[in-house]
């Protein structure tokens, strides 16, 4: 009997400890439940930094110098922000981050991601800046971001172009020296290229970078807007407000002439002549592009 009950005693202490072993942490278990990752915090800037190139002439910039035509000699450059342009603001009574447009400049995140769901929301607001004062309300999302800041004209890093502009939200860019195939038409009455499923595959490069979306599905002006980029292993998916216009593979760019596969890097939000805001911005892993979106 003795001999039972110290077996029994044995038994439960091995399960325990076992139970122990096996029973997740309450850390894990909140990684296990939280998905998505939280790129604006809400409260500040944490996790990007900025990089400004040189301000128009029409703007006032005291620690710049100008030459004998008014022009700015040299950029802003990085993580100064003299004129406010980037700065967190409660917008419809949430916060939101808001890009000023009075300097063509970037928000970018300190980490690269890769094979991920981008979701972020934005808004119009009402100021424009030259040179696009008469121009169509211009931002952009800017993933897959290498190399130096202001490689591409003064400013942007090499990157895929989501376009953020008004009534064309969803068009691709190939921004420096990145490529990409997407299915396209040419429309010969105005000699622009567009994604259409059933076309013929063309590439995309410096040479031939633009690439328009399928429709647009814009909401309008003074609405938010849900934009959606799903990218795995060189494809990329762009979404507006639940609806895919756009889609693109084998995302790529040229080094010493060899075509390196693109699908890693940091994201660039554009600073490009208008005021915008954006809000709810989340990130999450994914290892395949759901099928139903690359049909």
């Given at each position: ?24 942490s ?42 004998e ?115 396209a ?58 609806k ?10 040229l ?23 954006y ?17």
């Amino acid at each position: 009997m003795k001999y039972l009950k110290n077996c029994l005693i044995i038994l439960f202490l091995f399960l325990m400890i076992y139970s122990c072993q096996k029973r997740p942490s309450k850390e894990n278990l909140k990684k296990q439940h939280v998905e998505w990752i939280e790129l604006f915090n809400g409260k500040d800037l944490s996790g990007w930094y900025t990089y400004q190139k040189q301000p128009e002439p029409t703007s006032i910039v005291a620690e710049l110098k100008k030459n004998e035509e008014g022009v700015y000699l040299d950029p802003i450059g990085l993580n100064n922000d003299p004129l406010n342009v980037f700065s967190v603001v409660i917008e419809d009574s949430l916060p939101a981050i808001r890009i000023s447009g009075e300097v063509f400049g970037i928000l970018v995140t300190e980490q690269e991601f890769e094979n991920y769901h981008l979701k972020l929301e934005f808004k119009w607001g009402s100021k424009k800046y030259p040179p696009r004062e008469d121009k169509k309300m211009d931002s952009g999302i800017l993933y897959h971001s290498i190399g130096s800041e202001g490689a591409w004209g003064g400013v942007w890093m090499k990157s895929l172009e989501c376009q953020v502009q008004e009534t064309d939200c969803g068009d691709f860019i190939s921004v420096d020296t990145v490529f990409a195939d997407i299915a396209a038409q040419k429309n010969e009455k105005d000699g622009r290229y567009y994604y259409n499923p059933t076309a013929d595959t063309l590439t995309f490069n410096p040479e031939r970078s633009y690439c328009n979306k399928s429709q647009d599905f814009e909401n309008p002006i003074g609405d938010w807007n849900t934009i959606e980029i799903y990218t795995v292993d060189g494809k990329s998916v762009h979404v507006v407000n639940g609806k895919v216009n756009m889609r693109l593979f084998n995302s790529r760019y040229l080094e010493d002439g060899i075509d390196i596969l693109l699908s890693k890097g940091k994201i660039q939000l554009q600073s490009e002549g208008a005021e915008i805001f954006y809000r709810n911005i989340t990130l999450r892993d994914i290892k395949e592009i759901p099928k139903e979106l690359l049909k």
